[in-house]
């Protein structure tokens, strides 16, 4: 049976894009010069992972949490207004492993209450069979921790699944759960370490989509 778990940000929700331009209305305050460079270290990282980043390149004084604190509220300023935008093929994606009955489950270095908002809000929450947030596990991505929970929550082998992500610490994660990795690159371009860990690279999730289709 097809089994796939996917990432949210950056994959299900275009959410990476809101981060970054909270982030850079948040840098000046802070003093905070290369965003962009910031911001790749942290992606696809729980909260625990982005203070210890920004700690480790801005120095043990920086407010690293005080930093977060504001951006979050400007990301949230930015969905109220706006909305979350969804990546282009997601719902067609998760119609189509609904219709096929295959194992879908979600891990998301955001914190759970909030993915489970998010997705409920989109009316994607029912798709997935199990869903796991960055606050519930110990060790954030790259670790695969997060995959390898998801996978023993749903009752599949981490070697007999897919997973989808868009970052280099998602990746990472995945790969080293074992599983076959295909990235969708957001914010991130491929590297020669992705091509490297991932089983595919593909533009979008119809591509993905249309992967499944040919392999079942």
């Known amino acids: 049976m097809l089994s796939v778990i996917f990432d949210m940000d950056g994959v299900i929700f275009d959410t990476e894009v809101l981060c970054r331009r909270a982030w850079h209305a948040c840098s000046g305050k802070y003093g905070v010069k290369d965003v962009d460079s910031l911001l790749a270290s942290c992606i696809g990282g729980n909260r625990e992972r982005m203070l210890e980043v920004l700690k480790h390149v ?36 998760l ?40 606050d519930q596990i110990t060790r954030s991505k790259p670790d695969p921790e997060i995959y390898q929970t998801v996978c023993r929550k749903l009752g599949i ?8 992500e868009d970052s280099y610490n998602g990746v990472r994660s995945a790969s ?17 370490e992705m091509e490297k860990l991932a089983y595919r690279i593909l533009p979008d999730l119809c591509c993905v989509k249309e992967l499944f289709v040919e392999s079942t």
């Open 58 to 93: 801005m120095g043990e004084d920086f407010p690293a949490l005080d930093f977060l604190e504001d951006a979050r509220r400007e990301i949230r300023r930015l969905w109220d207004e706006e909305g979350i935008p969804v990546k282009k093929g997601a719902k067609e994606i």
């Open 95 to 134: 119609d189509w492993l609904k219709q096929r009955n295959a194992i879908v489950g979600l891990a998301s270095s955001t914190d759970y209450n909030t993915v489970v908002s998010q997705l409920g809000n989109a009316g994607f929450l029912d798709y997935f069979q199990a869903v796991v947030g960055g």
């Open 157 to 164: 082998c981490p070697e007999d699944a897919y997973a989808v």
């Open 176 to 192: 080293s759960a074992g599983m076959q990795t295909i990235m969708v690159p957001d914010l991130l371009p491929p590297t020669e």
